[in-house]
């Protein structure tokens, strides 16, 4: 499926911002339900990242490139692709206006733009990711690092463990 570009107005039954996981899920299912329903997908990105597969690759079990593919491979058939982002959203006018100064008006809208990470919020977390054991596969740029601790781990306990000090609370059921 080849994007659309911005300029002018446009109107959808259903815009889906974002065209990550969840969003091309929630179009998939939405035309399961509802073959010929107007869905849009505002998504910037040519490459769709499978997040939850770079747990897979942190671990060694599935080259991280199996976790990429072009966005429009994944935009199901029937959704159009607005390849541009959000800058505004006019809920009260049930419009989005993208970088490119298209205005999107909208019946329905569902904002699905996956996480954002912040690692700045702890302190010494950037300098330290990727290092001395700290590691992460919520972020591609650690995921090397990341098989590398799990490949070099000559067992016993971790240093931070997740076993928490009382075991029987029901945020943290006892490990088994």
Same mark, same amino acid.
């Given at each position: 499926?080849?994007? &659309?570009?911005?300029?002018?107005?446009?109107?959808?039954?259903?815009? @889906?911002?974002?065209?990550?996981?969840?969003?091309?899920? +929630?179009?998939?299912?939405? &035309?399961?339900? #509802?073959?010929? &329903?107007? +869905?849009?997908?505002?998504?910037?990105?040519?490459?769709?990242?499978?997040?939850?597969?770079?747990?897979?690759?942190?671990?060694?079990? *599935?080259?991280?490139?199996?976790?990429? /593919?072009?966005?429009?491979?994944?935009?199901?058939?029937?959704?159009?692709? @607005? !390849?541009?982002?959000?800058?505004?959203?006019?809920?009260?006018? =049930?419009?989005?206006?993208?970088?490119?100064?298209?205005? *999107?008006?909208?019946?329905?809208? +569902? +904002?699905?733009?996956?996480?954002?990470? =912040?690692?700045?919020?702890?302190?010494? *977390?950037?300098?330290?990711?990727? !290092?001395?054991? @700290?590691?992460?596969?919520?972020? #591609?740029?650690? *995921?090397?690092?990341?098989?590398?601790?799990?490949?070099?781990?000559?067992?016993?306990?971790?240093?931070?463990?997740?076993?928490?000090?009382?075991?029987?609370?029901?945020?943290?059921?006892?490990? /088994?």
């Amino acid at each position: 499926m080849a994007p &659309l570009k911005g300029g002018g107005h446009r109107h959808h039954q259903v815009l @889906i911002v974002g065209g990550g996981s969840g969003g091309i899920t +929630v179009a998939s299912q939405l &035309l399961r339900a #509802r073959p010929g &329903l107007g +869905v849009a997908i505002l998504e910037p990105s040519s490459v769709h990242e499978y997040q939850s597969g770079w747990i897979l690759a942190g671990a060694g079990l *599935l080259p991280y490139e199996q976790t990429q /593919r072009s966005e429009a491979a994944v935009i199901p058939t029937g959704v159009i692709w @607005i !390849h541009d982002s959000a800058t505004t959203f006019e809920p009260q006018s =049930n419009r989005v206006i993208t970088a490119a100064g298209e205005v *999107l008006s909208y019946d329905v809208l +569902v +904002v699905a733009m996956g996480l954002q990470l =912040n690692w700045s919020h702890i302190k010494g *977390l950037p300098e330290a990711l990727g !290092h001395h054991g @700290i590691i992460s596969t919520y972020s #591609r740029a650690h *995921l090397a690092a990341t098989w590398e601790t799990i490949r070099g781990f000559q067992g016993g306990e971790p240093p931070c463990s997740p076993i928490p000090p009382r075991r029987s609370s029901a945020a943290a059921p006892p490990r /088994r």
